[in-house]
């Protein structure tokens, strides 16, 4: 019974990343420790996982990655590319973060450009972010150090088979790939909804709440009386009193002491609220609040705020700033906004103080998208030490002269010593997380591997396909995958399809080359939702996206995408 009730265990892990009540580091981290606690390893085997070579490389890129993104190229880039005639601004747009994207973190070049994408007025910028989400996507299916989830695949193939594959073995198939997705991608650009700043759901996106303090003469008064259906720009909500909301507000509804007033409207027009005495934005006076400039950021998938509410934290301490509203998607978010459970790709205003730049936490927690706040950048010296430094590190390892594992560290040193980057920042955004979920994933593999779960798995898809053959084996292993980056992160999916791909390619006794590079081309196929992948949630609120809008876009680029990859990679890497 020892295999089933392994293969149990997983199917319980697999759940609980769906239903997100457990984040994938602590889920993973547990499932090993309970292998190592019932014997299916043993120590030494769970710590070898951890220090796998080809995870350091990963966690190396990652590290390296804090310095290429402040090279002042991305933002360059980004003030040049949206000009001319919108299709081709849109074509040049993709083809150059599809390029960026095959060397640097694709986190890092969406950031860059969201900023500059959201503050131009010639093109609606929901016509771009989608597309610049994707394409950035089929960037990283093109190299090895393209996307973190080939770095994934390759450690558990040097894992699995004692070899790492080559920096651009990932080519042969991604970039015809890609090529035709982007295409697809293009044409499927028109179908997106057409968001200017100056349309009415703009206008609506965010909501302001206030209190009104006990002793505010407002109080007493109706909404007539204390000139609050009079507002420049501004609209009252909703009042939530004593835990119920009041909405819609009439005329002569009185306030009371305690009030919270949710108000909507224009961002830039806040600062009519502060003509009312005793009125405060989530506890703080309006006039000194709004002294201050307001930045738009975007919640990054690092930040510590997800899952948090404004009350659980001390955020005016946190970061010297006020939270003036708050944005997810193009929802409207009911009830008073500090109570409000905070996640990734959430947009949020805020009133900053002069301290603002001097906290250290922002690149963790935030994406800017507004604002006079700009982030430090590397100048020129610093900048063409680290863009030819990382340059010649890919070059090195391409040619097989230098393992790109030596090439990073020696880069990181040179970094560190020139001090382009600190040991601080290193220390502030090390990749903990990751480094958790894949040393575990890797000891999970093992357990499967000792407990004869894998075997189990293998035999089992064999007896699907058997009638079949080895192709349609090949195609179950891909969609497998697809289907987990959907619901998981792409990650996790490539760290819970590994095992049985490569399970699948020995029950046939096939090369397992192209199963795993099925694995690698399906964790990345995340087109659907906006929730799988990190990228997606960072344009979700700034493109003031539904849901419906990835899938309209989502489902051909997938389908084609798909297509390429099925017809093209066992060609490529027979079986």
Same mark, same amino acid.
């Given at each position: ?52 070579? +080809? %995870?350091? &490389? /990963?966690?190396? #890129? =990652?590290?390296?990655?804090? *310095? !290429? ?5 991305? @933002? ?101 790939? +890609? %090529?035709? &997705? /982007?295409?697809? #991608? =293009?044409?499927?650009?028109? *179908? !997106? ?5 100056? @349309? ?109 509410? =404004? ?122 997380? =990751? ?141």
């Amino acid at each position: 019974m020892t295999p089933w009730a392994v293969l149990l265990s997983i199917t319980l892990l697999l759940v609980l990343l769906i239903s997100g009540k457990v984040k994938p580091a602590i889920a993973f981290v547990a499932l090993a420790g309970v292998y190592l606690l019932a014997g299916f390893i043993d120590t030494s085997t769970l710590l070898v996982q951890y220090t796998n070579p +080809a %995870l350091a &490389t /990963l966690l190396l #890129l =990652l590290l390296v990655s804090l *310095a !290429l993104e402040r090279s002042p190229l991305l @933002d360059w880039l980004s003030q040049h590319l949206l000009k001319g005639h919108p299709k081709l601004a849109t074509a040049r747009l993709m083809c150059s973060t599809a390029l960026l994207s095959a060397f640097l973190n694709n986190t890092a070049v969406v950031a860059a450009f969201l900023g500059a994408i959201t503050r131009q007025q010639r093109i609606a910028p929901s016509r771009l972010l989608i597309p610049l989400s994707y394409a950035s996507i089929l960037g990283g299916i093109t190299t090895l150090v393209g996307t973190s989830t080939n770095l994934v695949v390759n450690s558990f193939h040097l894992n699995a088979s004692g070899s790492e594959l080559g920096m651009f073995q990932f080519s042969l198939v991604g970039i015809p790939v +890609a %090529l035709v &997705t /982007l295409t697809v #991608l =293009l044409w499927r650009a028109n *179908a !997106l909804p057409h968001h200017r700043s100056e @349309d009415t759901e703009e206008k609506l996106s965010y909501f302001l709440a206030a209190d009104v303090e006990t002793e505010s003469p407002m109080v007493g008064k109706s909404i007539e009386e204390n000139g609050l259906r009079s507002l420049d720009g501004l609209y009252l909500l909703e009042i939530e009193r004593k835990g119920r909301l009041i909405s819609p507000v009439a005329p002569d509804e009185q306030l009371q002491a305690d009030d919270t007033l949710v108000f909507t409207g224009e961002v830039s027009k806040v600062q009519a609220l502060q003509r009312f005495p005793g009125l405060n934005l989530f506890g703080h006076q309006a006039d000194n609040l709004l002294a201050t400039n307001l930045v738009e950021v975007v919640i990054s998938h690092e930040s510590e705020l997800a899952g948090k509410t =404004l009350q659980d934290v001390d955020f005016r301490s946190m970061f010297s700033a006020g939270v003036v509203g708050i944005r997810r998607g193009d929802k409207r978010l009911e009830g008073q906004l500090g109570k409000i459970f905070l996640r990734v790709g959430d947009c949020l205003l805020l009133a900053v103080s002069a301290d603002f730049r001097q906290h250290r936490n922002l690149d963790r927690n935030f994406h800017l998208l507004s604002g006079s706040f700009t982030r430090p950048q590397l100048n020129r010296n610093e900048s063409l030490v680290t863009l030819g430094g990382f340059a010649g590190v890919i070059g090195l390892a391409a040619a097989n002269w230098l393992p790109l594992f030596h090439g990073l560290l020696m880069l990181l040193g040179a970094l560190l010593l020139l001090k382009v980057i600190s040991m601080a920042e290193l220390r502030r955004r090390f990749p903990f997380e =990751l480094w958790l979920i894949i040393g575990s994933a890797l000891a999970i593999a093992q357990a499967l591997e000792n407990s004869g779960a894998a075997a189990l798995l293998a035999h089992g898809m064999e007896a699907v396909f058997s009638g079949y053959g080895m192709y349609a084996a090949f195609i179950g292993c891909y969609l497998l995958t697809l289907v987990l980056t959907e619901t998981v992160t792409n990650n996790a999916a490539a760290a819970l399809a590994f095992p049985i791909a490569w399970s699948t390619a020995q029950a046939f006794g096939a090369d397992p080359l192209p199963f795993v590079m099925a694995v690698a081309y399906g964790a990345s196929a995340c087109f659907f939702i906006p929730f799988g992948y990190q990228t997606h949630l960072m344009v979700y609120s700034p493109g003031r996206y539904r849901i419906t809008d990835f899938l309209r876009i989502g489902l051909p680029v997938s389908v084609v995408y798909s297509a390429a990859v099925l017809i093209i990679t066992p060609l490529v890497f027979p079986f």
